[in-house]
């Protein structure tokens, strides 16, 4: 007599708003009171509800970047749950484009999802026409909804209210206005005057942070505290250019009279945009560079601290590009920063990515292959890269660009919708000779690796619950979901003397990065040592 399979539930409940969440009873409550009494109803099918609760307070439906949602179908990757229980359709999405990549991820894992109060069965076609049909009214409500409120915003805005946002220094938020700050208004006035001595927004910038003055800090109503760091020339040019200081009301490029009160004259603000476009024009008729900058706001020095596009003329009027950390940029007499910084060719950091990003997009149509790198950190002779999958076509396969990464690092992975990995960036040439990084440097950089495999290890083993540190768990074992995790959990199975080894770096020289991940370890201890080269 065969059984009925148990079937894993989960419950994913939303609300676009924050608003009643701090009840003892609210919203998400309800909807997950009416989902637990489904889910009970259907014991007889073998039905059961995952421990796991899978609540987005405050996040709209119009977008799948939400967290609650990325970690259920991160669960359903894994294999963890086969049914996804909602109250209503429109609580999983509001949109047909993410509705059709929920539901093609739901059928890749044979998973399927039902709405408590609508009967839906996306296992066949009839039920997922339905389901696009009631999708799209759903977001037809969502796109008018969003027309009202910016028609509501326009109108207002035109009458000169002040619709929030952040707070411009010299002004303090009264109730739904703007009201005049003295203290900060004489600062602003101030600025306004001395751009007009100077010329410059980079004298003023400098200017500015030599007498510690900095920008307008102040808390929203969640008490989240924005602001009070030192100005740039950006966050300077932007309160040149702000006509909310001339009194008026700012919205999609037209100006109206504000109900606020005007910090700077007419006059003022007349010279200054006459100063600011005359500068325009000089800067225009310069050749200030050879082409774009893609890491622009993407690389960072070892120090953790931004690198920034800066140009250098060389023989024949020849321009060069370079990435230069801040702290040799903004050097002032009350700087206290004991960092180095870095200083890298342009061409040559750009060079060594393009030809590495060409090896790991192989299989997709990547026109730009800059575009999905979200940061990159200078470490030593390394480039530690993190490559956002948000930005990939629905269709493309992890899988897949996790194999061609691990072509370039061995230690790649993927996590949390990132995929890290490190390269090295070869030495510059200096003349007819190179210069070689030290052989300590690269056997140090070796070590960390080995140690990092070993903790790569045992992080996999406790995501199948196969952990030898947790046996308690070893009832819900389960297959790893790939070749990459199966060589990965390898390492945490490996002799306690081996990994020790391996953690402290004390293993024989002949042990790399390379020499581990090609050998195929036997299960046996004695063995392992034997190949290891360590048995007595």
């Known amino acids: 007599m065969s059984s009925t399979p148990i079937r894993r539930c989960a419950i994913y409940t939303r609300k676009s708003t924050e608003e009643g969440l701090e009840q003892a009873f609210n919203s998400l409550d309800a909807q997950r009171e009416a989902c637990e009494a489904y889910i009970l109803s259907q014991a007889g099918e073998c039905w059961t509800l995952v421990p796991e609760q899978y609540d987005d307070g ?7 970047d939400r967290p609650a949602l990325k970690a259920l179908l991160a669960d359903i990757a894994k294999g963890r749950v086969d049914i996804v229980v909602v109250y209503k359709v429109d609580r999983l999405t509001r949109s047909l484009m993410d509705f059709a990549r929920i539901v093609e991820t739901f059928d890749k894992n044979n998973a399927s999802f039902v709405s408590v109060t609508q009967a839906f069965n996306t296992t066949n076609s009839m039920g997922r026409l339905t389901l696009n049909v009631l999708l799209s009214f759903a977001q037809f409500e969502r796109e008018v909804t969003g027309e009202r409120i910016r028609d509501k915003i326009a109108a207002s805005r035109a009458k000169g209210i002040f619709m929030g946002g952040y707070i411009p220094l010299g002004y303090d938020l009264g109730e739904r206005k703007l009201e005049v700050n003295e203290q900060e208004a004489a600062i602003v006035r101030a600025m306004f005057c001395r751009y007009l001595e100077l010329k410059s927004i980079p ?9 510690g003055i900095r920008s307008k800090r102040w808390t929203s109503r969640a008490g ?31 100006a109206y009279a ?21 500068n325009r024009v000089t800067r225009s ?26 140009f250098c003329y060389g023989r024949g009027r020849r321009i060069y590009r370079y990435y230069v950390s801040e702290c040799l940029l903004f050097r002032t007499a009350q700087q206290t920063s004991n960092h180095v910084g870095q200083r890298l060719s342009a061409a040559r950091v ?12 192989t299989g997709y ?18 480039l530690a890269i993190l490559v956002g999958l948000a930005k990939l076509p629905a269709h493309a396969s992890q899988d897949l660009l996790l194999s061609n990464a691990e072509q370039l690092d061995p230690c790649a992975r993927i996590e949390a919708d990132q995929l890290q990995l490190s390269i090295v960036l070869p030495p510059d040439r200096r003349g007819r000779s190179t210069r070689s990084p030290d052989a300590a440097m690269l056997r140090a950089d070796d070590k960390a690796a080995l140690a990092a495999l070993v903790r790569i290890g045992h992080k996999r083993l406790l995501e199948i619950y196969a952990s030898p540190l947790k046996p308690q768990t070893h009832s819900r074992m389960r297959a790893p979901a790939s070749v990459w995790r199966r060589q990965r959990a390898t390492f945490g199975l490996l002799a306690p003397d081996i990994q020790k080894a391996l953690l402290t770096g004390i293993a024989p020289a002949h042990v790399t990065l390379d020499w581990v991940l090609t050998k195929e370890w036997p299960v046996c201890w004695e063995a392992q040592r034997r190949m290891l080269g360590t048995s007595d």
Do not use: C
């Open 258 to 278: 504000g109900e606020h009160a005007a910090i700077v004259s007419d006059e003022l603000f007349a010279a200054v945009q006459t100063q600011l476009q005359a």
């Open 203 to 211: 004298a003023l910038t400098a200017e500015l942070a030599e007498k």
């Open 58 to 64: 405050g996040w709209s439906g119009g977008n799948m």
């Open 224 to 254: 989240v505290v924005h602001g009070g760091l030192p100005m740039r020339v950006g966050a300077v040019t932007l309160i040149l250019n702000n006509r909310t200081y001339r009194g008026e009301a700012v919205h999609k490029g037209k």
């Open 365 to 382: 149509n990547v026109q730009d292959k800059f575009t999905l790198l979200e940061r990159v950190t200078l470490v030593g002779n390394r």
């Open 350 to 361: 750009e060079r060594v990515l393009n030809d590495a990003l060409g090896g790991l997009y």
């Open 285 to 310: 008729q310069r050749k200030t560079k050879t082409g774009g900058s893609p890491l622009t706001g993407k690389l960072y020095d070892s120090d953790g601290a931004p690198m920034r596009v800066r």
